[in-house]
């Protein structure tokens, strides 16, 4: 048994509540904190990638992740008009039993994680944040958003990009930058043909769709708008068949799907490289609180889910927990970093096509490489 006993997570998000399952698994007691006051997730589809199922699988969730979603191994890339142009054969990272990538919605994965930390008897605070904390060489001490205090070995913040945790241990310089692109994403009824990702490469935009489940689909499209916007919902539905007007084929028929506020989310794109440490003392930060990444490789919550397996099997380690968060950090810091600068070069070179050194697929192709590396 290692020198951490117990554990305050604070956020459950997919790296937080991935934490708990897999401290509970290593035989460390642990308590989380979201502010949120239920576990839902209002985001619409995310595509879980080799590394996300791989990490999934080592705390025994990826089959109920697969059995929700959708799960496919060929993405195909078409010209505006939705002629296919290439089909890439996507890697099966859990063998031949398993698809290369699930399509699925971001609150079916929460259901499968809550479903664990529930049958596991982790306790949830909801509705609570962390309001102060004072460690020593042996604990922090906590003070919660309703008063109540406890003493941890260790608190984590995996509270996403906003991370309040991130804020509390470094200031604000490490905020997450917008990006110059807005993300809009939009649920729509999957054609029976469709059976893997598709990206369109229109005149003026990047679109595509990526299969949930048997019926239902999300279309995607990052837009380039250099200041951030504000826009009223109600703006939204004629704007996003606006940006879909130059594509054609299966994304063209989806367009006209597209006809309620509810139906679409739209985000600015962040980006943020903790440089390290990612903790003080005992006060440790993972996932987006440490590493924000731009959609453009789909590999955040891979990233983030993998933080939370390789932190839980260090901490059953038994030296000080100053020496693990080190060796912690020194194994996670590199892979994320070139996962949040590659993304965000994919993106500049969206708003910048001329660039003389564009190389959109040698940058994919080799941080996919990277990310195949078992951690
Ligand atoms: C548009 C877009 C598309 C993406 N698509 C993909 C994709 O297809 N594939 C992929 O792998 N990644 C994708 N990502 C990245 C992925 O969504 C994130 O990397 C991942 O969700 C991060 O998980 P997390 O648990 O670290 O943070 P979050 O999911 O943000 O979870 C943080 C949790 O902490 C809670 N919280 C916040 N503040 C506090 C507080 N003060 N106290 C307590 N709780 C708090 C929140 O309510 C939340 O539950 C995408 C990102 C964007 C922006």
């Not at 919550?301 to 059953?316: F, K, N, P, T, Y």
């Amino acid at each position: 048994m290692g020198t951490v006993k117990n554990v305050l997570v604070v956020g459950a998000g997919m790296a937080g509540m991935t934490l708990g399952v897999a401290l509970k698994q290593a035989g460390i007691a642990c308590e989380i904190a979201e502010i949120r006051s239920s576990l839902t997730e209002p985001g619409t589809g995310i595509s879980l990638q080799g590394p996300a199922l791989r990490a999934l699988q080592s705390v025994g969730a990826v089959d109920r992740c697969v059995a929700r979603g959708y799960g496919y191994s060929q993405f195909k890339t078409c010209d505006a008009a939705g002629h296919v142009t290439g089909t890439v054969e996507l890697p099966r990272l859990l063998g031949p039993d398993y698809p290369a990538t699930v399509g699925v919605l971001r609150q079916a994965v929460h259901e499968v994680l809550a479903e664990d930390l529930s049958r596991l008897g982790v306790p949830i605070r909801l509705g609570t944040t962390i309001e102060e904390f004072v460690q020593d060489d042996d604990g922090v001490d906590v003070v919660f958003s309703d008063g109540a205090r406890a003493r941890y070995d260790l608190v984590v913040g995996a509270d996403g990009q906003g991370s309040k945790v991130r804020e509390m241990l470094f200031g604000p310089q490490h905020r997450p930058h917008y990006t110059g692109q807005m993300n809009w994403r939009a649920t729509v009824s999957k054609p029976p043909e469709v059976k893997g990702r598709y990206s369109y490469f229109g005149p003026t935009n990047k679109s595509g769709f990526n299969p949930i489940s048997d019926t239902r689909m999300y279309i995607y499209i990052v837009q380039n708008v250099p200041e951030r916007p504000r826009w009223a919902d109600a703006e939204l539905p004629a704007m996003m068949r606006g940006l879909l007007a130059e594509f054609g084929g299966a994304l063209g028929r989806a367009r006209d799907e597209v006809c309620s506020p509810e139906q679409i989310i739209c985000r600015p794109i962040f980006s943020m490289i903790l440089p390290p440490p990612w903790h003080r003392g005992r006060v440790l930060v993972i996932g987006d609180a440490a590493h924000t990444t731009t959609p453009h490789l789909a590999s955040g919550a891979s990233i983030g889910i993998e933080d939370a397996v390789v932190l839980a099997r260090m901490l059953r380690s038994d030296e000080p927990v100053a020496m693990v968060l080190q060796d912690f950090i020194g194994r996670r810091h590199e892979r994320c970093r070139m996962i949040v600068e590659n993304s965000e070069q994919l993106g500049e070179w969206e708003k910048n096509p001329s660039a003389p050194d564009v190389d959109t697929v040698g940058v994919m192709a080799r941080s996919y490489q990277a990310l195949a590396q078992p951690v």
